[in-house]
């Protein structure tokens, strides 16, 4: 979802074929032997990594840029997407994709649900968590927060930014375009 954000918030026309990632194609195999995914292929360049994938489409794509000029806060993006894989991703993983004991499966909600709550204060009063404008830490974090009522974890009063941005973001036209069948499908399970 991450990388059709990208794509459909720089209106670009992309094929992509969702794939069962537990019976990955021979063919894909021949082009990315890593079998990760997703995979881009663009020309005769092959890539399998979110981030870098994400960071791609926006250089080859520069409008509109979704990765600010400043230094700085490129690096402070790259941050935040890194602590959000290596957290908020793997729980939202588990609990989408494991067989987890009750007890796993509880302690996993709670374990997101306090991650969410922990960068709330980042949410209050904006559209957009750095700039002005749709960023690829947007685009990181928005598959996570789309999936947060599915997976069973219901966001305080106290977490009303996080609220806002999710209702804004989930109302623009890029968003809507970058849902898979699964992921409108999970929207109607909640």
């Not at 969702?18 to 032997?33: G, K, S, T, V, W």
């Not at 990594?49 to 840029?65: K, N, Q, T």
């Not at 004991?101 to 960068?119: G, W």
């Not at 749709?134 to 966001?155: A, F, K, N, Q, T």
Request: one cysteine or more.
């Amino acid at each position: 979802m991450r990388i059709r954000l990208v794509a459909y918030a720089k209106d670009l026309e992309i094929e992509h074929i969702e794939i069962d990632a537990d019976n990955i194609p021979e063919d894909l195999l021949e082009i990315n032997p890593t079998g990760r995914l997703p995979t881009l292929i663009d020309r005769d360049l092959v890539l399998f990594d979110e981030r870098v994938i994400a960071e791609y489409l926006d250089e080859r794509f520069p409008h509109p840029a979704l990765m600010p000029i400043e230094a700085n806060l490129r690096a402070r993006i790259r941050l935040f997407c890194y602590e959000i894989e290596q957290h908020w991703y793997e729980l939202a993983n588990q609990l989408e994709h494991a067989r987890l004991t009750p007890a796993k499966k509880k302690s996993t909600v709670k374990a997101l649900r306090e991650a969410v709550l922990y960068m709330a204060p980042l949410f209050k009063n904006k559209q957009y968590l750095i700039g002005n404008e749709l960023s690829l830490l947007d685009c990181c974090v928005l598959p996570i927060l789309w999936r947060l009522s599915y997976l069973g974890i219901e966001l305080p009063n106290s977490a009303q930014g996080v609220q806002n941005y999710m209702k804004f973001h989930f109302a623009q036209d890029y968003f809507k375009r970058a849902l898979s069948k699964y992921e409108q499908k999970i929207a109607h399970q909640s």
